[in-house]
């Protein structure tokens, strides 16, 4: 097992985490994301947008929560949403490997992000394939990419089959997905992500059996991501944080009541999240969001301290009752290699302080930059990128 800030290219830390024992600047991160934006997955990517050392270098989009090519609208909007333009955003696999898609809009709305509604995004989803997209930026930059996957694993499967080497091109993978004895929350057994296509995740792991464990994927199951609890007081920090109006999200209030903020990202992520909390309620887990693709997020870049442990991680394909199930070795008993590291320890609070303070910040910035903009409606300098 690991102690301390867990980094997805091998090294553990007992320092603040992105940062060095002498308060450096956090270390820049270059990230390749595929997700199947999500309630989640969106707060997650807005909390990348809000770090200045991260360099998203694109996205690619899978079938899961919703169709792929919402995904991608999700993403584009998004992007747009909190003033980024230039990244990439490209469709992959819109059905998995072997099995039918089945998607979850009960879970996270029609359109994916709750109960929010964003416009059509102005920048085209790229005409590039997600695969593409993953053998074309790792070999370019050979060590120096950190994946992130927050959705089924089919487009990273699909790139490995045609780049093999893609495990040792890579800088380091995070992965949510999976539970490892732990319940389900689509089956028993299985968790969403592996389920949606547990051939994918099979052969993604066959894939890095056997590499040295500094090269090994980061795996966030439920474990540990359903720690990670979004409650109505998160909501109204947020809201704080960012210089907005009081926001109240609160279990009593009608289903479906809409944000009155006159902040846009934090109406959004307010509507995403009320839904997403009405839902967790439906299903007697507690008027709560499990952020699990924000914390992998900040798994990623460093910035949460977790610890993990090495293991062997195969997936079930074959039984009607327990397909989708992530199955680890952590003794050796199967005498194979290892091939995942296995998060069993973090820290909700650390996490939620990390991800609604760099929100918070990037909300606020947006909001000075929307009064900028008002008050010198003809001056092209309050348009640029916000970082």
């Given amino acids: 097992m690991s102690d301390g800030a867990g980094t997805p290219d091998g090294g553990t830390s007992l320092d603040a985490p992105g940062e060095s024992a002498s308060g450096s600047a956090a270390t820049p991160v270059r990230l390749l994301l595929d997700v199947d934006t999500g309630i989640d997955d969106a707060f997650a990517l807005v909390y990348l947008l809000s ?30 949403l909190c003033g980024r333009t230039g990244v990439e955003v490209a469709i992959g696999a819109e059905v998995p490997l072997q099995i039918p898609l089945v998607t979850t809009e009960e879970t996270h709305g029609p359109q ?31 060590g120096e990419i950190t994946g992130l996957i927050t959705g089924p694993l089919t487009n990273f499967a699909l790139a490995l089959r045609r780049e093999p080497d893609l495990p040792r091109l890579l800088k380091g993978l995070v992965i949510m997905g999976g539970c490892f004895y732990y319940q389900g929350n689509t089956t028993p057994t299985a968790e969403w992500n592996v389920s949606v296509d547990p051939h994918a995740a099979k052969e993604v792991f066959q894939a890095y059996q056997g590499l040295p464990e500094e090269q090994l994927p980061v795996v966030c199951a439920l474990e540990t991501t359903e720690r990670i609890e979004m409650r109505p007081g998160h909501v109204a920090r947020l809201a704080e944080l960012a210089g907005a109006q009081p926001e109240l999200v609160l279990p009593d209030q009608p289903e479906g009541l809409r944000s009155t903020s006159d902040h846009p990202l934090i109406a959004c992520l307010s509507d995403a999240v009320r839904f997403y909390m009405e839902f967790h309620r439906l299903y007697d887990q507690g008027y709560v969001a499990h952020m699990h693709d924000a914390f992998a997020a900040a798994v990623a870049v460093g910035r949460t301290p977790i610890a993990t442990r090495t293991g062997t991680v195969d997936v079930e394909t074959t039984s009607p009752l327990l397909i989708g199930t992530t199955v680890v070795d952590y003794r050796g008993i199967w005498g194979k290699p290892a091939n995942a590291r296995i998060v069993t320890e973090n820290s909700p609070e650390d996490c939620f302080d990390e991800l609604l303070t760099s929100i918070g910040a990037l909300a606020r910035r947006l909001g000075a930059q929307a009064l900028r903009a008002a008050a010198n409606p003809g001056r092209m300098d309050d348009c640029a990128e916000v970082t």
Avoid: K
């Fill in 51 to 80: 770090r200045p050392e991260v360099a998203i270098e694109a996205i690619t989009c899978t079938a899961g929560n919703v169709g792929a090519r919402q995904v991608a609208l999700n993403n584009l909007a998004l992007l747009e």
């Fill in 112 to 142: 994916g992000i709750g109960h929010a509604v964003l416009p059509e995004p102005a920048q085209a989803i790229s005409a590039r394939h997600a695969v593409d997209v993953w053998v074309d930026q790792v070999r370019a930059h050979p």
